[in-house]
């Protein structure tokens, strides 16, 4: 078997939280850090925005180089001088991640009778123009801070999760800008108020689990400049012509192939998105451009955790789906007290034990062996809230072998325990990024390369472990970031000592924060 190298690259904790400055003044140019002009940017005054780290506006000569030249800047610049506000905007919170986070561009420009501004979103680590918006005023509003708190307070009563208040001392005045970042515990946000457009121009908003978005603008109150290709055919005119599920009948999480057959009976040649549905709701989407009457086919690669008979949807097509479970299925038990349950059976390989958790009193977990006399605790939860997962080992020689058990509890709160058995064949491919908060074992991947890079990021005041097992129940390597210290990075290697049988592999997190992984 030839050697596997898995490598780990950990990277210390961000959190993206910001605290009040507590200044009795709003200060003119905030923390902007101004620039009379760039060569080939004579015309532009730059201001930065950092409201955390690593989100440092060290490379604005190249963000700016990306957006000069456009039809939007050319739009504002046409009417006067042009300012520019700069800042990097994490739609997750606490982990800073590069793939959630965007470099966010405010320009502005404006004569005696008219204003313009323009939004620009840019990807944070290619910098490539994402989307873009403009908007043109017939007059300049010159909002004083009091009416752009107001502006800002109308905006965020909208949301959920946002402040209800906005104090003076939080709002930065950037140039001719207003900002507020109000604080990210699991929700947060980032509102700017453009004094001379006298509206919001840009709102987004940060959350827990990186599912943070663009609130305004919104295409629907602007006024983008319209560069789309011309004579694109009408999506309605493409048709879905068929539908293909191979197998109908499959095991968990075996890889299943769908394909979509569709046509263009349109006019003109372009795209369509294809969209898969999976007991009518949209599960995954891929795009296809046809020329005039062409025909086409798109292929989808699914699989499912979970024992059921499910519908696959295309356009008017539907086929069935049965999807069983050969292994033994999982033993489940509840409670609100103490408990000792029947005898179960335990076979060679990894198992996954979950747990719900409510309680004032601590939470211990044992297997009890029919023949041992000594209990074995698998699970020790501190008095509270819980939600997570453990991988145990059970194996010849480990401290869990292969046999008949009981599950002992020993609490006084409302307990769910699951311990799942995997005895699967197949597995999605790894995913390219996991966000989770505690405990944690991921599901199931498969892994052919030669070299699997791992991402490590944590905000925990306490260590944080990360495990890579095989299916068979191997311990392949950990790696160990503790609590707000700089990170390190190592190699570890799948070598022909484990003997591994199967190229199925789960990921294991021991953490009492948030965390998250990119593969």
């Known amino acids: 078997m030839e050697n596997k190298k898995i490598k780990f690259l950990v990277i210390p904790a961000i959190m993206a939280v910001i605290i009040a400055s507590g200044l009795t003044a709003i200060p003119e140019s905030g923390n902007g850090n101004e620039n009379g002009g760039f060569e080939n940017f004579e015309n532009i005054t730059t201001h930065t925005y950092e409201p955390f780290n690593p989100a440092t506006v060290e490379n604005e000569e190249e963000i700016l180089n990306q957006i000069i030249g456009t039809e939007e800047m050319e739009f504002l610049n046409s009417l006067g001088d042009v300012e520019a506000l700069i800042y990097g905007h994490a739609y997750s919170v606490g982990i800073f991640d590069p793939t959630t986070t965007e470099w966010i561009v405010i320009l502005s420009s404006d004569n005696e009778n008219e204003s313009r501004v323009g939004v620009f979103r840019l990807d944070f680590e290619t910098l490539e123009i994402k989307d873009t918006y403009t908007r043109s005023f017939t007059e300049s509003a010159e909002l004083s801070v009091d009416e752009a708190i107001v502006l800002m307070e109308n905006k965020l009563g909208d949301r959920p999760h946002a402040i209800d208040e906005v104090i003076e001392n939080d709002v930065e005045r950037i140039g001719t800008n207003y900002v507020l ?45 319209p560069i789309p290709p011309e004579n694109l055919p009408d999506p309605s005119n493409y048709g879905v012509t068929g539908l293909e599920v191979n197998p109908t009948e499959a095991e ?15 006019n003109y040649e372009g795209p369509m998105e294809v969209e898969l549905k999976i007991d009518e709701e949209i599960r995954k989407t891929n795009r296809i451009s046809l020329k005039p009457g062409e025909e086409g086919t798109v292929t989808f690669q699914i699989s499912k955790s979970e024992a059921d008979n499910y519908l696959v949807q295309a356009g008017d097509f539907e086929k069935e789906l049965e999807v069983k479970r050969t292994g033994p299925e999982p033993i489940t038990q509840q409670g609100s007290d103490n408990f000792i349950s029947e005898p179960f059976e335990l076979v060679e390989g990894l ?14 977990a044992y297997l009890v062996g029919e023949e041992a006399e000594e209990k074995l605790a698998v699970l020790d939860i501190s008095a509270g809230s819980y939600n997570g997962s453990r991988v145990l080992i059970v194996s010849e020689g480990e401290k869990i072998s292969p046999g008949e058990y009981r599950l002992e509890v020993e609490t006084s709160g409302n307990w769910n325990v699951e311990i799942e058995i995997p005895h699967i064949k197949d597995a999605p ?75 199925i592999y789960y990921l294991e997190v021991n953490s009492t924060g948030l965390w998250g992984i990119r593969l």
């Open 181 to 225: 970042t109000y604080p990210a515990h699991d929700f947060g946000g980032t509102i700017i108020v453009n004094e001379n457009a006298g509206e919001v121009v840009f709102y987004g908003t940060t959350v827990w689990n990186g599912t943070g978005g663009v609130i305004a603008p919104e295409r629907a109150e602007l006024e983008p400049i």
């Open 429 to 503: 491919e790894a995913p390219k990024q996991i966000v989770g908060d505690g405990d944690f074992v991921s599901d199931p991947f498969v892994f052919d390369g030669d070299n699997l890079d791992l991402t490590l990021r944590h905000d925990s005041d306490t260590e944080t472990m990360v495990s890579l097992y095989s299916l068979d129940g191997k311990l392949i390597d950990s790696i160990y970031l503790e609590g707000n210290t700089p990170g390190s990075e190592e190699v570890f290697e799948i070598n022909d000592d484990f003997d591994i049988e199967s190229n």
């Open 252 to 266: 968990v999480w075996e890889q299943i192939e769908v394909t979509v057959d569709v046509v263009n009976e349109d």
């Open 351 to 364: 198992a996954i034990l979950n747990l719900e958790y409510e309680g004032e009193v601590n939470f211990t």
